[in-house]
Structures are given as structure tokens and as C-alpha cells.
């Protein structure tokens, strides 16, 4: 089973790209389920076909499902708030306060993202494809698995004999919640590809993404350049002297953007709105050509390595790092927090370095170098 997730800024073509990819795949004999935690729900008028939340016929090879985070809730929160309500109120708290301590945010996110996972687990596909909600919903989609998980820990070890209950369904999410961890971050069988237009501000937010999906150890296999101005070189009058200048501005904005290697594919924009199977595996040809849609490209280097430098060590924290980043860097413990452009990520340090000093951290556009010297933990 491979799984694809697409994602990018909102408007910039994402669900047409995830169901081009989809009907393509379909059509060359993998069995496919392409599916949306887009609240959006777009996906079915790009295949204009009704779908549900449950995964139904679209051709041959493909299925399609809409997934409904909202009914998610309403069908699997309330027995956890329960065993959590009850918990909160064994700790002394008023019923009410009890009630708003179990008002998790994102639960909606979460569970749209665990029923992705139960898809992959359970279905008889090759391939599933999903389409994403914008950037800033994905990238908070794809930390709830680890921080959730975190927080359940902690909580489970402090749960008194009398509430086994509550421990036993902390403990059972907090599991499930480190299989779901295990498929995101597999780059063998999940790939993120982002999709945006030849914008400055899109190409901008994509370099931050590309950084952010780095911290959280995402595999991001390539970049979609969608709806670019066709070329006009035969062509006379204003209209093509205005759509030379515009592709001409494009492919400055392409040119200067830093992929960290990604292959960036190009697709070219239509003037018909691509709806439809025949119109989406148009689109995909010219997306993918020949080549295989399910080509990965190889995980590059790990998040963190070590490397000896005298009696010090150096730490490496690779990431995609755009220009002008904003970064933070502390120690907690025997963790790193690592921020970047507003997104955090605490990362266990290795046991070699936690009984070291933090003396100084440098960064490149490739990443982070800590420098931990001999003695104490301490905290930059």
C-alpha cells in the first residue's frame, strides 16, 4: 500500500492534481481510493460523481470517499470524553470544568487523519491518495499524532488505580496514536507532494512548508507547479503579449525556487475546467508523462545525526531551511525544541548528548549545527 498526500495553499489546485493523480493511477490497473479531509469537499465535484463518507465506485479501479471529520466525532469522541470527564471530576473538578477539560482542540482534525490510517490498514487498494486541507490545516493535522500521543503518556502515568478505566483507553489511543505516527513518517509508503501556483507569496509559503514537513520527519517526494501560463511564442497581439510577460514572470518565480532537490513538475492551466475522469486523466498525463506516479524519491538525509568534533559533538538538524527564517532553539531537559517560522517540533536528544552543554548552534539553508561540549545539561 502506498499513500499520497497532497497539500498547499488554499485555492492552488490541489484537489483537481490529488484526482488527476488518482483517475491516472486507476486507469494504468493500480486499485486506487482517492479520499478529502478537505472541509471543502471539492473532491466530488472535480470527479462529478456524489460521494459519501464511506468509499463508493467511480470506475473500474477507483474509489472515492468524502471523510466527514465532524460525524467522526459525534460517533467516536464521546465515549473517550466520558472515561476523561470521569477522570477530571476523581481529580476534584466541577462537573462543568470537568466537561470543558475534555473539549480537546483539533479531536476533529485527528480522527479525520485516524480514519486515513484505518483506510490504508483495512482496504484492499494499492494506492491511496488524499487530498489535504490547505498547508497550515495539514501541518497541524500531521502534529496532533505525536504531541496527542506525548500528552497521553504523561497523563497515563499519573492515572490513580481507581480510574483503570480511563488509563486503559488512554493507554489504547495513546498506541493507536503511535501506529498512526509510524505511517505518516514511513517515507517507503507515505509521500507528501506539494502543489502550488507560480506565485512569490505561494512559492514563499511552500519553501516554509517544505522546512515545517522536514521538522515533523514527513517525506515530501516532489512539488507541483499547477496552472501555468501556456506559451504564446507563435502567437500576435496584446493577449499574447500579456501571457508572454505573465509566463515570463513564472518561470522567474520557478527558477528561484530553492526545491532542496524535489523534482518540480509543471502543469500548464486549461480553459476548461478539468471535471470528470476523461478531463483528469488529461491533466495527469501531462503532469506525470510517462513516468510512474507512484515514483518516490529516495528519503534524504535524518533529521538529526551526530557527528564528533574533538571532545565535542556536533549536532545536525537537516532541514530545508528558507531564507529569513525565523528560528528558535531551546533546551528542555533532555529534549530540543526547535522552532521554525512558528512551528515546533521537541525532539528526544540522543543519549550521548544529554549530559553535555548546549555552547552554540549555527544554521545554512540546509539545516541546524548544535554544538554540545563535555559537562552539565544546560539551556542556550
Not at 473539549?103 to 480522527?111: H, I, N, R, S
Request: aromatic share 2%.
Amino acid at each position: 500500500m502506498r499513500v499520497l498526500l497532497f497539500t498547499g495553499k488554499g485555492g492552488v489546485g490541489k484537489t483537481t492534481l490529488a484526482a488527476a493523480t488518482a483517475a491516472l493511477l486507476a486507469a494504468r490497473g493500480q486499485r486506487t481510493l482517492v479520499v478529502s479531509t478537505d472541509p471543502a469537499h471539492s473532491l466530488a465535484d472535480a470527479l462529478a460523481v456524489p460521494l459519501g463518507a464511506e468509499p463508493s465506485p467511480v470506475d473500474t479501479a477507483l474509489h472515492a470517499a468524502h471523510i466527514d471529520a465532524r460525524a467522526l466525532v459525534d460517533r467516536s469522541w464521546p465515549a473517550l470524553r466520558g472515561h476523561l470527564g470521569r477522570f477530571a471530576a476523581g481529580l476534584g473538578l466541577a462537573a462543568l470544568d470537568a466537561e470543558e477539560l475534555t473539549v480537546l482542540p483539533g479531536v476533529d482534525e485527528l480522527l479525520a487523519l485516524t480514519e486515513v490510517a484505518r483506510l490504508a490498514r483495512t482496504g484492499t487498494w494499492d494506492v491511496l491518495v488524499v487530498d489535504c486541507g490547505p498547508t497550515a490545516e495539514t501541518l497541524r493535522l500531521l502534529a496532533l499524532p505525536e504531541a496527542v500521543a506525548s500528552y497521553l503518556d504523561r497523563t497515563r502515568a499519573r492515572l490513580v488505580a481507581d480510574l483503570r478505566a480511563a488509563a486503559a483507553v488512554a493507554g489504547e489511543l495513546a498506541e493507536h496514536l503511535a501506529l498512526l505516527r509510524s505511517l505518516l513518517t514511513d517515507p517507503t509508503t507515505t509521500a507528501v507532494r506539494l502543489v502550488l501556483t507560480p506565485e512569490r507569496l505561494v512559492a514563499a509559503e511552500t519553501r516554509r512548508t517544505l522546512a515545517a514537513l522536514a521538522l515533523r520527519d514527513v517525506h515530501v517526494d516532489a512539488m507541483i507547479a499547477n496552472r501555468l501560463v501556456p506559451r504564446a511564442s507563435r502567437w500576435r497581439g496584446p493577449a499574447a503579449a500579456w501571457m508572454r510577460a505573465r509566463r515570463s514572470e513564472q518561470d522567474a518565480v520557478l527558477s528561484e525556487l530553492d526545491t532542496g532537490g524535489l523534482p518540480l513538475h509543471r502543469v500548464e492551466h486549461v480553459a476548461h475546467e478539468p471535471v470528470g475522469l476523461a478531463a483528469l486523466r488529461t491533466i495527469a498525463t501531462e503532469l506525470y508523462g510517462d513516468t510512474d506516479p507512484l515514483a518516490c524519491r529516495p528519503a534524504g538525509a535524518p533529521l538529526l545525526s551526530i557527528v564528533a568534533d574533538g571532545p565535542d559533538h556536533l549536532l545536525r538538524v537537516t532541514l530545508p531551511l528558507p531564507d529569513a527564517a525565523a528560528l528558535g532553539l531551546a533546551r528542555v531537559g533532555d529534549d530540543l525544541a526547535i522552532t521554525i517560522d512558528g512551528v515546533r517540533r521537541v525532539v528526544a536528544l540522543p543519549v550521548l548528548l544529554r549530559k553535555h552543554t548546549v555552547t552554540d548552534a549555527e544554521a545554512d539553508r540546509t539545516g541546524l549545527v548544535v554544538r554540545f561540549a563535555p559537562g552539565q545539561e544546560d539551556t542556550p
